[in-house]
């Protein structure tokens, strides 16, 4: 999953703060970055001018930043595209075969207009990959216990949120990769909604059959179950464990297009302190992943 990864850049320091936490992945990994960007010219008469100078603009940038990345020994390149952002991103991502989509939310209404019509929702809706996604407050600079000069604090604690059995199918591999990575904890989650005694027993069961598999894979394991609001217990248990990366799936029939209407994403991607990882179900039968329709269409 972490093979190669592509980090949508717009310019702006708001886009720039997912690279210190791509940081902590390539001190470990020698994973190969891909840096993109759009150049969207605005409709008018001298239009052509004007795109010749974003894009001028757009690769000096691009090319200074995978220079401060290969000063620090990260394989990365550099491309420009002209288009809509959202485009050009996924087109990119399927045309080098990414493996990840890496990137801060963005706009100056920060995540309320994740789910509103931006970049970031459009990608997250419609990424045939994984995608990292990092609030553009949570800093280099506030991350606890940083002092000047140190790297971004290991990732210790993974939180793995699971509706259906169906979910650790595919969620379990990326995060696998990761807490091997890391040496981090996966800490399994099921919230119940008023079932009773045997039920919890049946969750109970079925969390410590995923946990067994984990700690097959030399990884540590702890199991969770909860109750009430799913978001609410999500971001509690976040916050009770220390959690560095919330990982999240789509989990309904409906697909991607349930990730958002449901609610519960949307609430934890908009009050999580910590990063999220984003993977989208395979679409039943054919192993591709889900994506909005209706997205893709209007592309």
């Given at each position: ?26 001190h ?37 930043m ?17 288009g ?13 075969r ?16 994740l ?7 459009g ?17 280099y ?10 790297d ?91 959690i ?33 990882l ?22």
């Amino acid at each position: 999953m972490i093979d190669r990864i592509l980090v949508p850049l717009d310019g702006s320091r708001v886009a720039e703060q997912i690279l210190p936490h791509l940081r902590r992945v390539l001190h470990r990994h020698d994973s190969e970055v891909i840096l993109v960007r759009a150049a969207v010219p605005p409709p008018m008469e001298n239009g052509m001018l004007i795109a010749d100078a974003l894009l001028a603009a757009a690769r000096d940038y691009l090319a200074g930043m995978q220079d401060q990345l290969r000063d620090q020994g990260v394989r990365a390149r550099s491309i420009v595209r002209v288009g809509s952002p959202i485009s050009v991103i996924l087109d990119v991502a399927q045309e080098e075969r990414a493996t990840l989509i890496a990137q801060a939310t963005h706009g100056e209404t920060g995540l309320k207009r994740l789910l509103a019509g931006s970049v970031a929702e459009g990608v997250l809706k419609r990424s045939p990959v994984p995608v990292l996604v990092v609030r553009p407050f949570w800093s280099y600079e506030l991350l606890p216990g940083r002092t000047d000069g140190d790297d971004l604090k290991p990732m210790r604690n993974i939180l793995l949120p699971l509706h259906t059995t169906g979910d650790a199918d595919f969620l379990l591999s990326p995060v696998t990769e990761l807490a091997q990575l890391f040496q981090a904890r996966v800490i399994l989650l099921h919230v119940m909604k008023g079932q009773e005694a045997e039920d919890r027993d049946q969750e109970e069961a079925r969390l410590q059959g995923l946990a067994d598999r984990l700690e097959g894979d030399k990884v540590q394991t702890l199991t969770l179950i909860g109750k009430g609001d799913p978001a609410h217990e999500i971001l509690e248990a976040a916050k009770t464990y220390n959690i560095d990366l919330i990982a999240m799936s789509t989990h309904t029939k409906a697909g991607i297009l349930r990730l958002f209407s449901s609610g519960v994403t949307e609430k934890v991607l908009r009050d999580s302190i910590c990063p999220m990882l984003v993977v989208h179900a395979p679409v039943p039968g054919t192993g591709r992943r889900e994506q909005d329709p209706a997205g893709v269409a209007g592309r």
